[in-house]
């Protein structure tokens, strides 16, 4: 074995030292592209192509504000749930991002932990925001209020209408539904559709999740699996910006399990009762891309879904007249759901005035024409959401829009700041209720109500 | 030899020469060291500090955002009270069972068939085939197979309605999903313990063989006899493996089923992902992820204690 002298040693660690100074920057993430420069950083949920395909709106942006400099941060998460995670990392990491894209899932979890209320920004800039306001429905700003202040601007949101197959409604000699079409009605239409079909064919396709599960057929049977109430406060946005509007509040406000509400069981045994008859699919898991191939392909007669479909379905080939919307059936209510999403201002950044000019650009019209191309989800400007669907849309397009319009009282999916553990306890039970026999909706029921009050108390 | 006193009694009278220090002794201790010094600062950096971060952790309230907050053993009691993490326990020790047990009959008996009378290449085609899911990632397997299994577009539907068969609910029902974790599992990690096997099998002397032959045994008693003594040693370090691998299993019931239907998938791992990173519970997360490792160590030490029952060492 060679001796090892001590100058070798010296001169190995001086070595190593050297190396370690030159990859310094490496070994502490300095060399990130972005990091530790004087930016606003917004963190989106999507690729390294959905950031490059805002260079668009950073180049409008920086033409108005040449003193901001502006950086997208993509964060891909598989859910909201994900994304969420990965943002809290980089705060912890100490390195939040200044704005962050947040749907209506992290509302209330941003809002109460990270995010920086807007109500100054708004105020101080109110005859500049009037116009925005003027042009978005009230139900999509008072989704993101929280404890009477606002936290976000909605730009995108999508509420759960019924796609239909055309070719399906044709065979089974369907007209389109009537505006009030009821659950029966709906259940009418299935059977006929598998009357009139062949092969792997489904009339009813559907998913485990939070946004167009459950929910749709909870609120239009005037309930939910948390009860529903909501926030005081919000007057100085109400009485500002919408003066004629009436019965709005600060926020809506899920504080309490409603599992066991018999509303709730009528529901889920409606649901059992289609999955048993063979009319709707035992719901899986996952999100709507896969879907978009299989009502594509025809194999789906109908299926709940949200704007963002026109855009998928157009890709995959389908034309206008292949397809179709209607408003969600009724049963003791024709409450809708919705979804919806926005910048938020985080509590830590450095730069909220210049954040706030980012988000106040992203929902101008100039803003929102940039961002917004495609019709891949409504757009909260009554306005733009015209210019997205008038041209590519179905022949029932305006039922986007109108869901909000002529049925005010659609309300976001249920998202309080334990959002996460909450869509936990829903999915898991969701499969046990609906499949099987009628006896399981009650057990899965209580199960769920238990899972809830966990949910609810380890907050 | 030269300098080695044939005489005894010259030899008593010789000194024994003392070991001189060896040259480069001090050099020695130095470089090994030095060479070790990566691995060891590495080990500390990356894995013992964040096992005592974890367990200090896991007597704390966190939420990543706030300061954590010290709550003694209320994480432990949440823990043992929670049906959920109680239930993920069970699947873990169910699916264990079932899957290691699969797994080592799967991959012994591959082995013991590609290690009879075929050609090399044969063998060769073999042994990559089988170890070829093992470099796939699990995440990407699994939503693959979650495709396959699909109750209403899957193929293997497909392929049983053109049977005349009723579609399954594989990923519907609890048995179903089961069914379907514990197969994926095993068909993407069997490979590597039949390369053990084939390994194993290999360093058997083939004479003990050809002595059987001469004896007359047959090919039962030959494999229960002879193979099964000789691969034992095989036999334990990959059981050991196995368990230790299937006792952390996270990606593929959590991108086939994310845990459902119910709870029926739902893992220890699972739970200590979703308490950390969707629930901001880290505290709660590092109580189960202690809890799981003990037992992991448990379980270890109690195959190497039984493994002096059953493992032969020629």
Redesign the interface.
Known sequence: ?????RRA?LG?AGLGAAGTALSWKRLTGLDIPGRGADQLNIAINGTAQDAAANQGLIDAFSALHPDIKVRIVPIQGADW??FF?KI??L??AGTPPDVVMVATEGTQLFAE??AHPLDEFVMRDKEEMREFFEDVHPSLIEAFMYQGNLFQLPLSWNAANMYFSSKAMERAGLDYPREDWTWGDFQGHLRQMRKASTG?F?PF?WT?RLWGGVVPWLYSNDTSFLKPSRYAGGEWLWQQFYPGEKGRSGGYRWAEPNADDPKVLESFEFLQELVAENLG?????GGGN?LVS?FGSG?IGMTPSGGYWVHGLNQAGMKRDDYDVAFFPKRRTQQHQFGTAGYAIMRASKRKDAAWEWLKFCVSNQGMGIAQKNPDSNSARRSHNTKLYKDTGPAHWKVFYETLDRYPTTAPVPAPP?E??VE?AL???V??AV?GSRSNVKR?LA?LQ??LE??MK?S | MMGVPVNPAAAAETPVPSIPAA??RR??G??AA?LLAPTVIGITLFTLVPIIGSIVLAFFDW????TPKFVGVKNFQTLAS???IRVSFLNTFGFVLIAVTLQIAVAMTLAVLVQSKMPGWLRSFFRSVFFFPLILSAASVSLIMS?LF????GTIN?LLGLLGMSPV?W????TGAMVVTVLVYVWQNFGFTFLLFIGGLASIPQDIYEASDIDGASPMKRFWQITMPLVSPTMLVATVMAIISALQIFDQPYVL???????ST?TAVMVIY?SA?????FGLAAAIGLVLMLIIMLVTWLQFRLSKRFVFYM
Do not use: W
């Open positions: 074995m060679t001796d090892i002298t040693v190995a749930s994900d995670a809290l990392t705060v912890a932990r990270l792997t489904r396709f485990n699919s035992s719901p899986v898991q896969e299989r194999v334990q996460a553990a936990t999915i898991k039970n499969l046990g499949t899965a199960t238990r899972d966990l949910a380890e | 040259p480069g050099g020695e130095k470089l030095l939420d990543i955002i706030s929670s049906p959920t495709y699909n109750e209403d577009f497909k609910h990923l519907t029902s609890t089923t994310k845990g459902g239907p119910g709870d739902r979703q990173f969707q629930e901001l519970q």
